[in-house]
């Protein structure tokens, strides 16, 4: 039973590029979540799908975009890059049911961006 | 506004003593409460959760939290370290009291345990 899988594992872009993440979710998952971490700090909630749609958002500028695929795969896109934006990228599936809320996070080992 | 603080950036004990980990919260309605482990250049691996029920939760690699509703804490425990416990664990909660169902974390607890 395959987990989150998440591609690539590191990447480096210069300022001003464009960056695509991708996740697959743990089987029998349809809900990805993506989260930015900076060194030494916890995850931030960047935005939540589900049904291919963006259910919740965090504070973060529309250069941050995503997207979910009939088969619960999702990208996340990060526009215009700027140094602050390096950081391990952790994407994180769950299963969006009555029990979701008290059902834990299963999460990649996430994609390590750093923006020169 | 939910919060959570995990107050000491980092722990340190001798492998074979108990840990603890703090955690506090503050949320408007009843708590789901979480902890993870994230090991180095890895995702995040869920440990246990408290929902409801008994203020003691038990989890995973022997870890167990205990929860106070009146000291708004879930201190995570292990009665005898391992030094492959060294690692960085993280609280989570989630309000079960209004919209907004966002997990909110911890800025996560660093703990080194000493051979």
């Known amino acids: 039973d395959a987990g989150v899988t998440q591609s690539p594992t590191h990447l480096i872009k210069t300022r001003g590029q464009q960056v695509t993440l991708r996740c697959s979710p743990k089987?029998?998952?349809?809900?990805v979540s993506w989260y930015q971490q900076a060194l030494g700090q916890g995850p931030q909630f960047i935005f939540q799908?589900?049904?291919?749609?963006?259910?919740q958002r965090g504070n973060f500028p529309d250069r941050f975009s995503g997207h979910q695929f009939p088969n619960y795969s999702s990208e996340l896109n990060v526009n215009a890059l700027l140094l602050g934006d390096s950081a391990l990228y952790l994407c994180a599936s769950s299963s969006l049911g009555q029990s979701s809320y008290n059902s834990p996070l299963h999460f990649g080992n996430g994609t390590r961006l750093t923006v020169t | 506004a939910q919060s959570v603080a995990q107050p000491e950036d980092q722990v340190n004990v001798a492998e074979g003593n108990p840990l603890t980990v703090k955690c506090t919260y503050s949320?408007?309605?009843?708590?789901?409460l979480f902890w993870y482990v994230q090991y180095p250049n890895r995702g995040l691996q869920f440990l246990l959760k408290y929902i409801t029920g008994d203020n003691l939760v038990k989890g995973s690699y022997g870890f167990e939290a205990e929860f106070n509703k009146s000291q708004t804490s879930f201190h995570l425990k292990k009665p005898s370290a391992l030094v492959s416990d060294s690692a960085l664990y993280f609280c989570?909660?989630?309000?079960?009291?209004?919209?907004?169902?966002?997990?909110?974390w911890g800025l996560g607890t660093s703990l080194a345990v000493n051979p």
């Open positions: 949320v408007s309605g009843n708590p789901y």
């Open positions: 989570a909660v989630r309000d079960t009291a209004g919209n907004n169902r966002k997990l909110i």
């Open positions: 089987s029998g998952h349809d809900t």
């Open positions: 799908y589900y049904e291919e749609e963006e259910r």
